[in-house]
């Protein structure tokens, strides 16, 4: 099994295809879903706790935006983690906790230079876009086993 | 450890939220079933979850789609009753994806047939000035 980190981090289309094939989706909401545990923590991730800044200071500098930087503390860790990825290039729906477009081009970036196998790729418009694109993915995460 | 995950079902299935609802139910795990518009939301420990979804994705394998949640069902930081209405946050990403789900599904479907991918547009391009010159030659000589 390998855990492949998706882009959009909240993407169901993605997390459930790697899913299907027996890997691990690397998802934001996992990364929520520990802070939710975390005992003392009202409305995370909104709240922080004090190690969560010092954990996006690896990813951004300190005079760049808070939020890049608390939002690089919950997807750094998952980036760090990752064996492959799948990436979504045109990826406009991105809005909410994925909708600062810095972070969203430092994630890019940091995969990419991770030299982990990668997979990009369009969300599809039409049925034989759609039949491509899964066929890929599928092909894609065959080739990690 | 606790686990959530939205169960989505596509525009195409025949599958009724209420219908996942019941087999869950069925199962008889202790599981925490939510019906929603667009599927439901279970939550309980991790072993009962990861069970339980490789059933509901078997009701309907192309077009039941399963991603993980990171809040409980009704919880107040996220539930609209609790905040005062307004769109859920994550609201507008699952609104995106679930106007493609049906032709996911449709690729789903004929992947699962065995069906071959047609290639890309980007083959079916322009020649290139080498290869327009050697057709002309072809043509004409």
């Known amino acids: 099994m390998v855990k492949v980190m998706v882009y959009p981090p909240t993407s169901m289309i993605l997390a459930d295809l790697v899913e299907r094939t027996g890997h691990e989706a690397l998802v934001v909401s996992k990364e929520v879903r520990k802070k939710v545990n975390t005992p003392g923590l009202d409305s995370p991730p909104l709240n922080m706790t004090p190690e969560d800044p010092k954990k996006g200071l690896k990813y951004a500098a300190v005079d760049v935006p808070s939020g890049v930087r608390g939002r690089m503390s919950l997807l750094g860790p998952m980036i760090e983690e990752a064996d492959a990825a799948i990436i979504i290039r045109n990826d406009n729906c991105t809005l909410g906790c994925t909708g600062c477009a810095r972070t969203n081009e430092l994630t890019r970036f940091l995969l990419k230079t991770k030299r982990i196998p990668i997979l990009e790729l369009d969300y599809p418009e039409d049925e034989f876009q759609a039949k491509r694109f899964v066929h890929k993915i599928h092909e894609f995460l065959e080739g990690l086993n | ?141």
């Open chain 2, 1 to 141: 450890m606790k686990s959530t995950k939205y169960v989505v079902t596509s525009q195409d299935s025949d599958v009724l939220p209420s219908d996942i609802a019941l087999k869950i139910y069925e199962l008889g795990r202790e599981i925490n079933v939510k019906e929603t518009c667009f599927g439901v939301i279970i939550d309980g420990e991790e072993e009962d979850i990861d069970a339980t979804v490789e059933e509901i994705r078997a009701m309907d394998e192309s077009n039941i789609f399963i991603k993980d949640r990171g809040f409980p069902p009704g919880d107040p930081r996220r539930c609209r009753g609790h905040r005062g209405g307004g769109a859920r946050p994550g609201f507008y990403m699952m609104q995106h994806e679930s106007e493609i789900l049906p032709l996911i599904s449709r690729g789903l479907a004929s992947e699962a047939m065995g069906e071959e991918a047609s290639p890309e547009i980007e083959t079916r391009k322009r020649p290139s000035l080498v290869e327009l010159e050697k057709m002309i030659k072809e043509e004409f000589s």
